[in-house]
């Protein structure tokens, strides 16, 4: 858990200096390492990972709760954004994908691991290939489509659009019909070692992003402004999401605890990478992630803390 926090603050401040030192550099290679992301790295590791998957019985309960937590938040964020707050459509959308990708797997697995024991490892892996992975493919890139300024316009070209910048999807079927010999084990291994190699990249381009949000409005690096649709992004995503869940599993059926802390996660890279790609208001994404990430990663700190005295 150490070693992804500090990785995950040291890309941060890699990206923050990079901006500093060749701004618009920088700035263009955050665009294509997203674009990289969207395009070629989280298909692959989509493909490879689904289609390894062994669902069990056990495990059906947590994801239904775990699709349903995602479809309450991103419902509430699309309330907020668009009803309380009036914020535009590229803001609203910021917001719902905000509190519907939510970082499973880098974050959540480790941490998992560190509060729970390997044995764990297993249920949140699944949790982050069953419930977050097709959540932000169809949910994050339709949101996307639909809020972005760069999605087209009208009903059509924002279709268009979902499935011509989704390949990543593809990816998700294919998994799902493919046989199993297109799928060795040595690249479900590579694919590991890939799914673990995005999140440094994705926090770069968050520490570009926090220093042009800087460089532009005179606000802080870190941590970024605490405006209301960041702070309704964390409120969604680290405490009622989990609230769903845990309801859930109180009054319906108990799921395991890793799956109550993975819904607790913080919001997702892939949401920059979404942002990115469709035009929404990339601020919200990377404060939430920012602001998110910090508040989780003291938290499992402090537990870790207080369970070794």
Do not use: C
């Amino acid at each position: 858990m150490i070693a992804v926090a500090l990785a995950s603050l040291l890309a941060t401040l890699i990206g923050v200096g990079a901006e500093r030192r060749w701004r618009d550099g920088a700035a263009a290679l955050a665009r294509r390492l997203l674009d990289g992301l969207a395009f070629v790295a989280i298909p692959l590791v989509v493909f490879f990972t689904i289609s390894h998957l062994k669902l069990t019985a056990g495990l059906g309960a947590g994801i239904v709760f775990g699709w349903t937590e995602r479809l309450v938040v991103i419902g509430l964020a699309w309330l907020i954004g668009e009803r309380l707050l009036r914020l535009p459509r590229p803001a609203t959308g910021a917001i719902m994908i905000s509190v519907g990708i939510a970082n499973t797997g880098y974050l959540g697995v480790p941490l998992i691991a560190l509060m729970l024991g390997d044995d764990s490892i297993g249920l949140a892996v699944a949790y982050d290939t069953t419930v977050t992975a097709p959540v932000a493919l169809v949910g994050g890139f339709a949101i996307g489509a639909a809020f972005g300024t760069k999605a087209g316009e009208g009903a059509r070209a924002r279709a268009k659009t979902f499935f011509t910048r989704n390949p990543a999807l593809i990816a998700l079927i294919a998994a799902i019909i493919a046989p199993g010999w297109l799928s060795p084990d040595w690249a479900q291994e590579i694919a590991t070692v890939l799914a673990v190699a995005i999140a440094p990249l994705g926090f770069f381009a968050v520490g570009v992003y926090l220093m042009l949000e800087h460089d532009q409005e005179g606000t802080r690096i870190f941590p970024p402004q605490l405006t209301a649709p960041v702070a309704t992004a964390l409120a969604l995503r680290l405490l009622v999401a989990p609230g769903v869940m845990l309801g859930l599993s109180s009054f319906v059926i108990e799921v395991p605890s890793a799956l109550l802390i993975q819904a607790g996660m913080a919001s997702g890279i892939t949401g920059l990478a979404v942002g990115h790609i469709f035009g929404l208001d990339l601020k919200i994404i990377v404060g939430a992630i920012a602001w998110g990430t910090a508040i989780i990663v003291v938290a499992a700190t402090v537990v870790a803390l207080a369970g070794g005295l």
